[in-house]
């Protein structure tokens, strides 16, 4: 954050909230039923969190709700959501962390989407997948069909829509073909395109 920002901000909030203020606050919120978050129901930015202006200065809202329901915000902080919805401002879901805890806090989150998400599938499975689909003997359906999966999911890991944070290392002969054969204008030789043909078989890599 700019030091202009910093201290606009600090300006903002060196008088505490008044009960207008949460008041008016609220109106601009729908609780969730089931999650108990409090969705913002006014503009969002592009990063879906929401857009509250107050006390003179565009905020982001989860912000504006903890200074007003917590009476200070520290502006070297980061207010983080623990429910992960960047739209709700409910003061009970949110807490305040500096960037390490950011980090932590979104690494712990993928493992848990690992977790739910891909519970038919380990680290090694993936990698063994790639290991097979790079060998170029197997088509997608078939090493699909050894792990249980479809063959989207595979195409899916092959193309580093999932798992990603477990096959960059391994998918990363894939970019490198990639940047040498198109940007830099250079044709891609043999070795290259039957590394991607064995990878894409159904082009298009
Ligand atoms: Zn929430």
């Given at each position: 954050?700019?030091?202009?920002?910093?201290?606009r901000?600090?300006?903002?909030?060196?008088?505490?909230?008044?009960?207008a203020?949460?008041?008016?606050?609220?109106?601009?919120?729908?609780?969730?039923q089931a999650?108990?978050?409090?969705?913002?129901?006014?503009?969002?930015?592009?990063?879906?969190?929401?857009?509250?202006?107050?006390?003179?200065t565009?905020w982001r809202a989860?912000?504006v709700?903890?200074?007003?329901?917590?009476?200070?915000?520290?502006?070297d902080?980061?207010?983080?959501?623990?429910?992960d919805?960047?739209?709700?401002?409910?003061?009970?879901?949110?807490?305040?962390?500096?960037h390490?805890?950011?980090?932590a806090?979104?690494?712990?989150k993928?493992?848990?989407?690992?977790?739910?998400?891909?519970?038919?599938?380990t680290?090694?499975?993936?990698?063994?997948?790639?290991?097979?689909?790079?060998g170029?003997g197997m088509?997608?359906?078939?090493i699909?069909?050894?792990?249980g999966i479809?063959?989207a999911?595979?195409?899916?890991?092959?193309?580093g829509r999932?798992?990603?944070?477990?096959?960059?290392g391994?998918?990363?002969?894939r970019?490198?073909?990639?940047?040498?054969g198109?940007?830099?204008?250079?044709?891609?030789?043999?070795?290259?395109?039957?590394?991607?043909?064995?990878?894409?078989?159904?082009?298009?890599?």
């Open positions: 954050m700019s030091k202009c920002n910093r201290s901000l600090r300006e903002a909030t060196s008088t505490p909230p008044t009960d203020e949460r008041c008016d606050f609220l109106q601009k919120v729908a609780i969730g999650t108990g978050c409090w969705e913002w129901a006014r503009c969002l930015d592009t990063g879906g969190y929401g857009n509250a202006w107050f006390r003179g565009n989860h912000r709700s903890w200074f007003l329901f917590r009476g200070s915000l520290p502006v902080d980061l207010v983080l959501h623990k429910c919805n960047r739209s709700c401002v409910n003061p009970e879901h949110l807490f305040l962390g500096d390490s805890v950011n980090m806090d979104m690494r712990t993928e493992r848990c989407v690992e977790q739910h998400h891909n519970c038919r599938l680290r090694e499975d993936v990698l063994e997948i790639i290991r097979l689909a790079q170029g088509t997608q359906a078939a699909g069909s050894r792990f479809g063959d999911t595979v195409n899916n890991i092959l193309r999932r798992w990603l944070h477990v096959t960059r391994a998918l990363q002969y970019t490198v073909t990639g940047a040498t198109g940007s830099r204008g250079r044709r891609p030789g043999k070795t290259e395109l039957a590394g991607q043909r064995s990878l894409f078989p159904e082009g298009g890599a």
